[in-house]
């Protein structure tokens, strides 16, 4: 079975500092792993996807994220914040390899950046 | 512009009606998907389809109906049966069902009970 816990429901900022989204996952199998954005009353964008390759991760909008297998974590990181991060952000873990993509959502971490 | 069409973006049901939310996509994707949001819970699977003419239920499909008779449309219809339909929805679609394809998202239906 998988499963992604996204550790804050809330995370606030200033524009310029750095953000750190932190995602530990569980998963019987190598996991696939991505982070989504989505802005108010919008659908899901991919940001950034792992998949056994690099365990760094770079994705659009200058976010990154690192794989770290010893620690089943998969934090979000960007070195400086602007006022357009601003949005819901969802880790999501699916098994790598076994067939049928069935996507396991986190609850989502709403990032809030102030001036 | 290749993306995902979900209609209405607002719609509102009336007690023991029966709702259609349309969804099409012109990606050429073979797999699609219907997720529900609500506040604080993430997205939930309804449905998904690997392939025309074939779908299989999700992790909360009762209450929820679709078909699937053209690659690119997969209606959802919201039945009177579902009790609390009060959510937003989203459609997905991906080039296969494979894991390492990801999935695109339209920008969800939110509907709500009159």
């Known amino acids: 079975a998988q499963s992604v816990t996204q550790l804050d429901s809330h995370v606030s900022v200033s524009e310029g500092t750095p953000v750190l989204l932190r995602c530990n996952y569980s998963?019987?199998?190598?996991?696939?792993l991505f982070w989504y954005v989505q802005h108010p009353n919008k659908g899901l964008q991919l940001l950034l996807k792992?998949?056994?390759?690099?365990?760094l991760v770079k994705g659009i909008n200058g976010f990154e994220a690192e794989f770290k297998k010893s620690e089943t974590s998969f934090h979000l990181t960007k070195p400086s914040a602007h006022m357009s991060d601003a949005a819901e952000y969802f880790c999501?873990?699916?098994?790598?390899?076994?067939?049928?993509?069935?996507?396991?959502f986190g609850t989502g971490t709403r990032l809030l950046v102030s001036p | 512009d290749g993306g995902i069409t979900q209609s209405p973006k607002y719609l509102f049901r009336k007690e023991g009606q029966n709702v259609t939310l349309s969804c099409e996509q012109n990606?050429?994707?073979?797999?699609m998907y219907w997720y529900r949001q609500d506040p604080g819970q993430g997205l939930r699977l309804i449905y998904y389809?690997?392939?025309?003419?074939?779908?299989q239920k999700g992790d909360i499909a009762e209450g929820y109906s679709v078909s699937r008779e053209k690659k690119e449309s997969f209606p959802l219809t919201v039945t009177s049966a579902q009790k609390n339909p009060t959510a937003f929805y989203l459609c997905?679609?991906?080039?296969?069902?494979?894991?390492?394809?990801?999935?695109?998202f339209g920008d969800g239906t939110r509907l709500s009970i009159l």
């Open positions: 997905a679609s991906s080039a296969t069902g494979l894991d390492n394809q990801p999935q695109h």
């Open positions: 998963s019987s199998y190598s996991p696939s």
């Open positions: 792992y998949t056994s390759a690099a365990t």
């Open positions: 999501v873990v699916t098994p790598l390899n076994t067939g049928f993509q069935k996507l396991v």
């Open positions: 990606l050429n994707h073979d797999a």
């Open positions: 389809s690997q392939i025309v003419n074939d779908f």
